[in-house]
Each structure stands twice: as structure tokens, then as C-alpha cells.
């Protein structure tokens, strides 16, 4: 009796392991690097995948704070001083959240840089704010991205994608 109970327990564990890489796995973790002049910048995110779903305005409300990612809030990371659309962030490391919107989005850099999704979001936490066009693509991006270019970066998922200018 003890060994059919070892053997289910030790069976128990194996398949929570196995459900726990799967889950994990369902938004792998994923960075994205650049540099605006000396600042090296660093997004890590956890990227979801559509799956059929429809995302803006459905999985992901228009109007409310999103976490921006999957699992962990996603962070971003400068080394030194940038400007985002003409505004001053200061060096350091932040929750990313956004905002969605149909035409304008809302980014946001907040200073609590450890948080699980937006469950927790504090806005009298946030270090900047930022509006920033949002666009309809004509090509499905399947996983959530985001690209540090030399002067901005941005977000893509679905059909939908913003970004904003980055400048030292």
C-alpha cells in the first residue's frame, strides 16, 4: 500500500511539473535590446500568444491600465537619462503598462519595477506618463513583441501596434 502511494505521489509531481513548463511556455519569457545614444535599453516581457483570440478592445479592454505582457509586470530599462516623446525618464529600471486606446494610447513607466500583471498598479507610483499614436496593421503579429530601434520603440500584437520616441 506505502508503495502504491510513493508511486502516486511521485506520478502527482510529475505531471505538476510537466502542467508547469506548459504553462510557462504559453508566454515565454523574451527580451528586447537597443541602444538611444549611450543608453542601453532592455524590455523583458513575457510574450502571449493570439490563438484565434481577439486581443484589443476583448481580451485586452481599450481604457483600462494592461500589464503590457503576460505573468510579471513587464519591465523596462534604461541606463542612463532618455527622453520618451520629448519627456525626461530618468536612468533606472520600471514597470511598462499600457493603456489602450483606438487611435491614442497611454504608455506607462512606473517605479515599482517588481509587480505580478497590474493587480497592484499604483499610479501615484508612476515616474512618466506618455500619449502615443496607436495603429491597425494589415499583418497578424501571433506573439506580443516589442523592438528598441534608435529612436523609439514599440509594441506589436494582433493587428494592433504604438510606439514612441526615444531621444537622449
Known sequence: MNLRKSLFSVLMMVLTIFAANAQEKASPAKTAEGSV??????????????????IWGDLVPLGQVWRAGANEATTFTTTKDIMVEGQKLPAGTYS??????????TF?????????????????????????????????????????????????????????????
Open 37 to 54: 545614444g549611450d543608453a542601453k535599453i532592455t524590455i523583458n516581457y513575457s510574450s502571449p500568444a493570439v490563438k484565434g483570440r481577439v
Open 96 to 105: 511598462f503598462f499600457v493603456i489602450p486606446g483606438e487611435y491614442e494610447s
Open 108 to 168: 506607462i513607466f512606473n517605479k515599482v519595477s517588481k509587480q505580478w500583471g497590474a493587480f497592484n498598479y499604483d499610479m501615484k507610483e508612476d515616474a512618466l506618463r506618455v500619449s502615443v499614436p496607436s495603429q491597425q496593421t494589415s499583418t497578424l503579429e501571433e506573439r506580443l513583441v516589442y523592438e528598441v530601434k534608435p529612436n523609439s520603440f514599440e509594441i506589436r500584437w494582433e493587428y494592433g501596434k504604438a510606439s514612441a520616441k526615444l531621444g537622449v
